[in-house]
């Protein structure tokens, strides 16, 4: 939810990047086209981000799922501010000096979770490269408050690289998300104009320290695709992922928020995202979603179920409920080059 009406100008939303040329933003095929959000459930998770002065990611990046899951009640949560210290080409949120953080921003979250029911929810953040830590802490104190407030609400993570700060992505991972998310967004080749501000490698080497810290926790990465980038590339960043021990790729189509920002290339077809999602299944990733409406967050909570079922397919432990309880709980160490855990380790 923007609270700065300012920030509603383009021209002070996206102040950088006024000087870049009108981009023709083109007609969406019918497979993107959605319905205007006008349920009553809409409303009313709309009315709660509102009371609690909340910022939703939902509305700040111009989801076009936003009907269908506030209609559901889900919303991913977008802390630390709706200001970002970045400008990526393809992001609708605003850039610029954020404000400090809000010391009550954890509790009012977890208060929004409590009151909308959330089974599972989704945490998000701008990127704070003013901040010492790029944020990690607070990412620590929302998980925290969630967890003493709505107990059994799983939690999934999307956090920004944190601009590699040592040790911020520790501090983070030992708060035990259930899902730790970082998106790539793009393949390599496109980082210079795409994410300017990030690096690849340091994107895949988070994901991959999540891992070293606690093996349990799931590890998500996100692509947008039709910006350029051929088969072989996407092909390249689904194996780069996997060395990584990524367990969940999402993919989906970019839109174009406004003429100043990055083209789309193409509008990629249902038939090719099932391309894409044959591909990753075959690469071994435990959960693949890929569609053109597919966000980072979008079925977030029904994915989470399918994600804990299939690593325990994979070890052999669906029918096995107290070896399974324990590998979902952390108590033992989901290791999946090895027979199922015995009762007896």
């Known amino acids: 939810m923007t609270y700065n009406p ?79 210290t970045r400008a990526c080409s393809f992001c609708n949120v605003a850039t610029g000096r954020p404000d ?16 909308m029911g959330l089974k599972h929810v989704v945490i998000t953040s701008v990127d704070r490269d003013d901040l010492d830590d790029g944020g990690a802490e607070h990412f620590v104190k929302t998980i925290s408050e969630i967890r003493r407030l709505c107990d059994g609400t799983t939690i999934e993570i999307l956090t920004p690289d944190f601009k590699g700060k040592k040790g911020a992505v520790d501090v983070v991972a030992k708060a035990r998300p259930d899902v730790f998310n970082h998106n790539l967004e793009t393949v390599p080749g496109l980082y210079p104009t795409i994410r300017p501000g990030a690096r690849y490698f340091t ?31 996407v092909g390249q960043v689904m194996d780069d992922l996997r060395a990584a021990d990524v367990d969940f790729l999402t993919i989906g189509q970019y839109l174009q928020p406004t003429p100043k920002h990055a083209a789309v290339e193409a509008f990629i077809t249902p038939e090719e995202f099932s391309v894409y999602e044959k591909m990753a299944r075959a690469k071994g990733f435990l959960m693949v979603a890929a569609t053109p409406l597919t966000r980072s967050s979008y079925h977030a909570g029904e ?5 804990r079922l299939a690593r325990l397919k994979k070890l052999g432990l669906e029918n096995d ?21 015995s009762a007896a380790e």
């Open 6 to 84: 300012d920030l509603k100008k383009p021209e002070v939303r996206h102040r950088e990047k006024q000087k870049n040329p009108d981009r023709p933003m083109g007609k969406k095929p019918d497979w993107i086209r959605v319905k205007a959000p006008v349920s009553k459930e809409y409303h009313a998770t709309r009315n709660i981000v509102k009371q609690l002065h909340l910022t939703t990611v939902c509305e700040e990046a111009g989801c076009p799922n936003i009907g269908e899951c506030w209609q559901k009640s889900h919303a991913t949560f977008m802390i630390m501010g709706e200001v970002c």
């Open 100 to 115: 400090a953080l809000n010391p009550m921003e954890p509790t009012k979250v977890a208060v929004a979770v409590q009151k």
């Open 203 to 233: 994107s895949l080497r988070l994901l991959e320290r999540v891992k070293d810290v606690d093996p349990t926790i799931f590890t998500k990465s996100g692509i947008m695709v039709g910006l350029g980038e051929t088969r072989e590339q």
């Open 303 to 307: 994915d989470f179920e399918k994600l």
């Open 321 to 341: 409920a107290v070896d399974a309880g324990r590998v979902l709980n952390g108590d033992v160490q989901a290791d999946e080059s090895h027979a199922p855990v």
